[in-house]
């Protein structure tokens, strides 16, 4: 299969968003225990692949060029979703709470979404405004997301760490 040609990294981004919107959708239909940790294993992985492509390579290179809180805030909604993607990956779905915890990771990442994708004020819209080569940017990000995805196949990806948020016991 030929890979997916994306115009930018925004456009590759938001591929990103739509193949996990269809993911989390589709564990929402599943009835199977054995098809739900599938879905939700697949979930996860994507997840963790985005997670680190906007944390090592998207974000950075915008730091200083749009508005500080509206990539702080997309850092710590990342670090929510690592918890709960930690979560699901160490668990089943016999275990309590492992369909809430997908379903609020569902929740979260829509919520995460619509911050970047809002037209004209969204962060990805702010990202369009600047000098930013796009272009070179989605393809050092496609590069990276083909050595995380051999990864995960091989290896698999170790656990979401938070990079904002010190987590602490309750």
Same mark, same amino acid.
């Given at each position: 299969?030929?890979? @997916?040609? +994306?115009?930018?990294? *925004?456009?590759?981004?938001?591929? $990103?968003?739509?193949? &996990? %919107?269809?993911?989390?959708? #589709?564990?929402?239909?599943?009835?199977?225990?054995?098809?739900?940790?599938?879905?939700?294993?697949?979930?996860?992985?994507?997840?963790?692949?985005?997670?680190?492509?906007?944390?090592?390579?998207?974000? @950075?290179? +915008?730091?200083?060029? *749009?508005?500080?809180?509206?990539? $702080?805030?997309?850092? &710590? %909604?990342?670090?929510?979703? #690592?918890?709960?993607?930690?979560?699901?990956?160490?668990?089943?779905?016999?275990?309590?709470?492992?369909?809430?915890?997908?379903?609020?990771?569902?929740?979260?990442?829509?919520?995460?979404?619509?911050?970047?994708?809002?037209?004209?004020?969204?962060?990805?819209?702010?990202?369009?405004?600047?000098? &930013?080569?796009?272009?070179?940017?989605?393809?050092?990000?496609?590069?990276?997301?083909?050595?995380?995805?051999?990864?995960?196949?091989?290896?698999?990806?170790?656990?979401?760490?938070?990079?904002?948020?010190?987590?602490?016991?309750?």
């Amino acid at each position: 299969m030929a890979e @997916p040609q +994306f115009t930018d990294a *925004i456009a590759l981004l938001k591929a $990103d968003h739509r193949k &996990v %919107e269809d993911l989390f959708e #589709k564990f929402e239909a599943a009835k199977s225990a054995d098809r739900k940790q599938a879905l939700a294993h697949e979930i996860c992985v994507e997840l963790k692949i985005h997670t680190l492509l906007e944390e090592e390579i998207f974000y @950075p290179a +915008f730091r200083g060029l *749009i508005e500080d809180d509206t990539l $702080d805030e997309a850092y &710590v %909604e990342h670090d929510g979703a #690592k918890v709960l993607i930690n979560d699901i990956v160490a668990g089943s779905p016999g275990d309590a709470f492992y369909d809430a915890k997908v379903k609020v990771l569902s929740e979260e990442i829509k919520h995460h979404v619509h911050e970047e994708e809002m037209p004209s004020e969204g962060m990805f819209a702010q990202c369009r405004k600047t000098d &930013v080569d796009l272009v070179a940017l989605r393809d050092t990000m496609a590069a990276r997301k083909k050595e995380l995805l051999a990864k995960a196949k091989t290896d698999g990806l170790p656990a979401a760490k938070p990079t904002a948020v010190k987590l602490l016991a309750a």
